[in-house]
């Protein structure tokens, strides 16, 4: 590697044991070349994103882009052939990159582990590090522990039996503040992340006949997308990593993302693999793009809104027709249910709807989905093989029969479902243990059986403030108002309490999340996401 252009980043950080593994010297200087090189262009594309936000407010629609119309209408292009290790997808597991977890997915028998530094991760400096050691690791046989609390041990299977890692660093809105730049500034933490992971991994991932696959988060354009395109370009060059190795799949979690989809496919086309259909990022992004569009922008409960409600139809139909046209895999969303061991009769009702889902992905032609816990793996499994039977996908069902307007993906007017007081109590309790845990440096935590993360963290409060603003009257009589939310946080503070007691409470952070919530769900001004201002309040 050639010596840097920019002096080495400054760690600014309380020490972590095994720290000096993850930074060492070339790979700080590696992370000022990126920053160096591309943090200018994320912050003019962080501006755009504003000046796209106030245009749907003035317009209060979207289109597909004019400007672009001719790579919608080139039917020649296709995206690179997906590597032998993600040619089968059909069950992706999802989750953070602790010690336990890493274990737990890559043993889980799902093809695909979706190691997640950005919804599922609180970004503590101890997450970032040791979540970057957990997988070095692993793929060098070395993550075998024994639980302290629980005395029970785990082990990796045998490699060939192991789930192909495909890694989530953060958004571009996010900043590391641990590192910064020779210009002092924060580096971005999508660098940070993927950077320390393709300097530590990408030879050895290649030694194991794999590659460094990613999942990229909160595009919402294909700027964005040219932008990341340009990372992996220079970042294979920079190591000697031969070109096209990278692999990323986007996540369609943002309206505005809806709209580019083939536009994104073909920025990253030497580097694409795949897009997925995430659910809650995608109502969180309706809301905050068309939070002054009136009431027929007003979404239901979020529970309400299920993957067959017309404009998330258009939306997954669509998603498949545009990646199998371009041969790229089509990803189906997330299962979060988290089984009970006390009810059974919960987790029957549960799996069966689990089941229903999967079927419904698999008979749309999606080439694999999502769960959250290792006992949905087989349910997933059952859904695409009886679809896929020996096949690692099915690109050749081309949906030619799928036509999607433009006002299709925003017909939020056609749902039937109203929001209800108790989604309301709802999008309270979720806000305030979710964030609380958050805060203790936990991204992915069970509430009420469902495994809750940023997402569904950002559309519980984005509904209390649109429903608010909206003046929505719940079928008990009782209006939407800030009187009411605080009464209701207030509330669940106090049966928190009863629940956990005074002494664990007193530990915790439930004051701190129930004010943040109110924060970013009350305030006039809507915050374009909550972990930017709950990053602030986060220790470590």
Not at 103 to 129: C, M, Q, R, Y
Not at 150 to 162: D, M, N, W
Not at 199 to 208: G, K
Not at 516 to 531: G, I, P, Q, S
Request: net charge negative; aromatic share 8%; glycine share 6%.
């Amino acid at each position: 590697m050639s010596a840097p252009a920019s002096p080495p980043v400054v760690v600014d950080a309380e020490p972590l044991p095994r720290q000096e593994e993850v930074l060492t010297g070339p790979a700080l200087d590696f992370l000022a070349e990126l920053h160096r090189r591309f943090t200018p262009r994320r912050n003019e594309l962080l501006a755009r994103r504003a000046e796209r936000r106030a245009e749907i407010a003035r317009t209060g629609t979207l289109d597909f882009l004019p400007g672009t119309a001719d790579i919608r209408a080139d039917d020649s292009w296709r995206v690179a052939p997906a590597p032998p290790a993600l040619q089968d997808r059909r069950v992706e597991i999802t989750g953070p990159t602790d010690r336990k977890m890493t274990v737990n997915a890559l043993n889980s028998g799902a093809k695909v582990w979706l190691a997640d530094f950005e919804d599922a991760s609180s970004p503590t400096w101890e997450n970032v590090i040791l979540g970057q050691l957990n997988l070095t690791d692993a793929y060098a046989g070395r993550v075998d522990f024994t639980d302290a609390r629980t005395g029970k041990s785990y082990a990796l299977r045998p490699q060939e039996e192991l789930a192909t890692v495909v890694m989530r660093p953060r958004g571009w809105h996010l900043d590391e503040r641990h590192l910064k730049g020779a210009d002092g500034e924060p580096i971005p933490g999508a660098l940070v992340d993927f950077g320390l992971y393709f300097f530590h991994n990408a030879a050895r991932l290649l030694e194991l006949g794999k590659g460094p696959y990613f999942y990229l988060p909160k595009t919402e354009s294909y700027l964005e997308a040219r932008l990341w395109n340009d990372v992996f370009v220079f970042a294979q060059d920079q190591l000697g990593i031969p070109q096209g190795t990278v692999r990323a799949t986007v996540l369609i979690e943002t309206i505005t993302a809806a709209y580019e989809m083939e536009e994104i496919l073909y920025e990253l086309r030497d580097h694409a693999s795949g897009l997925n259909a995430g659910r809650w990022d995608y109502l969180f992004s309706i809301v905050k793009n068309f939070r002054d569009g009136g009431p027929e922008f007003v979404l239901p409960d979020r529970n309400l809104v299920t993957m067959t409600a017309p404009f998330m139809r258009a939306y997954t139909e669509l998603l498949v027709r545009t990646c199998h046209k371009r041969g790229a895999h089509a990803i189906g969303g997330m299962a979060a249910f988290i089984p009970s061991r006390k009810d059974a009769e919960v987790n029957k009702v549960a799996f069966e709807k689990v089941r229903t889902d999967k079927d419904r992905e698999a008979a749309d032609g999606f080439d694999g989905s999502w769960v959250a816990h290792p006992d949905l793996v087989p349910i997933a499994m059952e859904s695409f093989d009886k679809v896929l039977g020996d096949r690692p996908h099915q690109k050749d069902r081309l949906r030619e029969d799928v036509h999607v307007a433009a006002a299709d993906l925003i017909d939020i007017g056609s749902l039937d479902a109203k929001p209800t007081y108790a989604g309301l109590v709802n999008a309270v309790q979720v806000g305030i243990r979710y964030i609380e845990a958050w805060l203790r440096g936990l991204g992915a935590v069970a509430i009420f059986n469902l495994m809750e993360d940023a997402a569904t963290a950002e559309i519980s409060r984005s509904q209390i403030w649109q429903w608010i603003n909206a003046g929505v009257e719940f079928e008990n009589g009782e209006r939407a108002t800030p009187e009411l939310a605080r009464r209701l946080a207030a509330t669940e503070l106090e049966a928190v309490r009863a629940e956990i007691g005074d002494e664990a409470f007193a530990a915790g952070h439930w004051q701190e999340a129930h004010d943040l919530l109110l924060t970013v769900a009350l305030d006039e001004e809507y915050a374009d996401f909550l972990t930017l201002p709950a990053y602030r309040h986060l220790t470590g």
